[in-house]
């Protein structure tokens, strides 16, 4: 008989009822003192489970001192027995922990290959979306009317945007204030004095018309309208198929977009045109200094530009990611979008070549051109800053900190003053073009996710989140 863990002939030895093994007595001892397991199988062990050999043998004699051979012998078979017991639990420690590696890099290598092909058919997805694009119309518009092209654009349109942009551009820069516009004194006095009920709750968008008299406005429940400043009542309701995410006035049409993707137009209360070329929701509309170009951009990462005069899409240009926020500049030459890649990316609209591109932080949920075109005025997703660019040296102006958090935009026609809105209140900063300075004008706690200046600035307009447009002027 050998000792399972020594090897060697037991001098004592002992045999487990768990295994059936046989072991030295001290050993194995030691080794439950230690594990509690039988070394064989890795089975729980106790003193109780081993039945001693009886085996014929010479009775030792009593242990010498260590002062002679024989005890020198004993205490070096002793410590022969705990190398031997010791060596024995880091083979089998050696065993598990290989196995235990090679299981570890066996997963490993199984989620990396999982985590390539998820990456690869997400792409692939993506891919897939930007490229979707509806060809059909809904409502009165014609089916041909609806044929979506990337390529550039009709030269009726291109013909009436350098027009515009001829009119506009020689003029804008030196412009003198109207008469009669407010000033930044008068501003820092404006109070709310009037307020509605609440219209339609949800809605993200404020637009008033020409006048100054009808506002915009739309809700989560599919409905848009137009309220009346003076009468402080409903004058037109407009019902689209989906939630309404943004509303702009283009002349005397509204232009309505929803989370369905779809663009609808309405003139005299009535729909006059529908368009469906989003493969998801539309996120903003922008109205082109022609008055009859309509810009839209949405989560499929495209903008659409729409010709009202002929109800017709006109162009369809996709970039590399979600689109969150457009406008126009001033002159029509080019538009901007915010991206959902928190970049500004800038188009020639004439024939959609990317023509520049201004790094932000986050998503940029709003943007603003000032009136004579040099700045322009965005605001990140959470921000409580807005950040002004040159757009002359393509470099931050200013970055105008307010402490609230921010959601919209609206800079004024003279180009002095920047309201900005959020659910805390709101904000009109002021530009003094003969000293280059920023300074606060107002400051108030009507909340707001939409902002519009009224005729001649001599009021603010607010809608909050529950539709409650709000008018903030001189008591």
């Given at each position: 008989?050998?000792?399972?863990?020594?090897?060697?002939?037991?001098q004592?030895?002992?045999?487990?009822?768990?295994?059936g093994?046989v072991?030295?007595?001290r050993?194995?001892e030691?080794?439950i003192?230690?594990t509690?397991?039988?070394p064989?199988?890795?089975?729980?062990?106790?003193?109780?489970?081993l039945?001693e050999?009886?085996?014929?043998?010479i009775?030792?004699?009593?242990?010498?001192?260590?002062?002679?051979?024989?005890s020198?012998?004993?205490?070096?078979?002793?410590?022969?027995?705990?190398?031997?017991?010791e060596?024995y639990?880091?083979r089998?420690t050696?065993?598990?922990?290989?196995q235990?590696?090679?299981?570890?890099?066996?997963q490993?290598?199984?989620?990396?290959?999982?985590i390539a092909?998820?990456?690869?058919?997400?792409?692939?997805?993506r891919?897939?979306?930007s490229?979707?694009?509806v060809?059909s119309?809904?409502?009165?518009?014609?089916?041909?009317?609806?044929?979506?092209?990337?390529?550039?654009?009709?030269?009726?349109?291109?013909?009436?945007?350098?027009?515009t942009?001829?009119?506009?551009?020689?003029?804008?820069?030196?412009?003198?204030?109207?008469?009669?516009?407010?000033?930044?004194?008068?501003i820092?006095?404006?109070?709310?004095?009037a307020?509605?009920?609440?219209?339609?709750?949800?809605?993200?968008?404020?637009s008033?018309?020409?006048?100054?008299d009808?506002?915009l406005?739309?809700?989560?429940d599919g409905?848009?309208?137009?309220?009346?400043?003076?009468?402080?009542?409903?004058?037109?309701?407009?019902k689209?198929?989906?939630?309404?995410?943004d509303?702009?006035?283009?002349?005397?049409?509204?232009?309505?977009?929803?989370?369905?993707?779809?663009?609808?137009?309405f003139?005299?209360?009535?729909?006059s045109?529908?368009?469906?070329?989003?493969a998801g929701?539309?996120?903003?509309?922008?109205v082109h200094?022609t008055g009859?170009?309509?810009?839209?951009v949405g989560?499929?990462?495209?903008?659409?530009?729409y010709?009202?005069?002929?109800?017709s899409?006109?162009s369809?240009?996709?970039?590399?990611?979600?689109?969150?926020?457009?406008?126009?500049?001033?002159?029509?030459?080019?538009?901007?979008v915010g991206?959902?890649?928190?970049?500004?990316?800038?188009?020639?609209v004439?024939?959609?070549?990317?023509?520049?591109?201004?790094?932000?932080?986050?998503?940029?949920?709003?943007?603003e051109?000032?009136?004579?075109?040099?700045?322009?005025?965005?605001v990140?997703?959470?921000?409580?800053?807005?950040?002004?660019?040159?757009?002359r040296?393509?470099?931050i102006?200013?970055?105008?900190?307010?402490?609230?958090?921010?959601?919209t935009?609206?800079w004024?026609y003279?180009g002095?003053?920047?309201?900005?809105g959020?659910?805390?209140g709101?904000t009109?900063q002021?530009?003094?073009?003969?000293?280059?300075?920023?300074s606060?004008?107002?400051?108030?706690?009507?909340?707001?996710?939409?902002v519009?200046?009224?005729?001649?600035?001599?009021?603010?307009?607010?809608?909050?989140?529950?539709?409650?447009?709000?008018?903030?002027?001189?008591?």
């Open positions: 008989m050998l000792c399972a863990i020594s090897g060697e002939a037991p004592v030895p002992v045999v487990s009822t768990k295994s093994s072991f030295e007595k050993l194995i030691g080794y003192a230690e509690g397991k039988d064989v199988t890795g089975e729980d062990l106790s003193a109780d489970d039945v050999l009886k085996t014929s043998r009775v030792r004699p009593r242990p010498p001192t260590l002062t002679s051979i024989p020198l012998l004993g205490v070096f078979q002793e410590e022969w027995d705990a190398l031997a017991l060596t639990t880091l089998q050696l065993v598990q922990t290989r235990e590696l090679s299981t570890a890099l066996y490993h290598d199984a989620a990396v290959r999982v092909r998820l990456t690869k058919e997400r792409d692939e997805a891919d897939a979306l490229k979707i694009s060809g119309a809904r409502g009165p518009s014609t089916g041909d009317a609806m044929q979506v092209d990337s390529a550039g654009l009709p030269d009726a349109v291109v013909a009436r945007i350098e027009e942009q001829a009119l506009l551009s020689k003029s804008r820069s030196k412009r003198p204030i109207p008469d009669g516009w407010a000033s930044g004194d008068a820092q006095t404006y109070k709310p004095t307020s509605s009920e609440p219209l339609y709750p949800g809605g993200r968008s404020l008033v018309d020409s006048t100054g009808l506002a406005v739309g809700g989560v409905i848009a309208g137009i309220y009346s400043i003076s009468n402080q009542q409903v004058v037109q309701t407009f689209v198929d989906g939630p309404v995410t509303a702009v006035f283009a002349g005397s049409k509204a232009v309505v977009a929803s989370a369905t993707g779809t663009v609808k137009i003139e005299n209360g009535v729909e045109a529908s368009f469906a070329s989003h929701e539309v996120t903003a509309v922008a200094p009859d170009i309509i810009g839209s989560v499929d990462k495209s903008y659409v530009l010709d009202t005069t002929t109800s899409v006109v369809q240009v996709y970039g590399n990611a979600g689109l969150l926020s457009a406008k126009f500049h001033p002159d029509g030459h080019l538009l901007a991206g959902a890649d928190g970049q500004i990316h800038v188009y020639d004439k024939s959609g070549a990317a023509a520049a591109n201004f790094p932000m932080s986050a998503p940029v949920t709003n943007l051109f000032s009136e004579n075109g040099f700045f322009m005025a965005a990140t997703e959470n921000s409580t800053a807005i950040t002004v660019w040159d757009l040296k393509s470099k102006h200013k970055v105008l900190e307010t402490g609230t958090q921010i959601s935009l609206s004024d003279s002095q003053f920047l309201l900005s959020g659910p805390n709101l009109v002021q530009y003094t073009k003969s000293t280059k300075d920023w606060e004008s107002l400051r108030s706690a009507v909340p707001a996710v939409g519009a200046w009224g005729p001649s600035a001599q009021s603010v307009l607010a809608v909050n989140a529950e539709g409650v447009v709000s008018v903030l002027a001189q008591s």
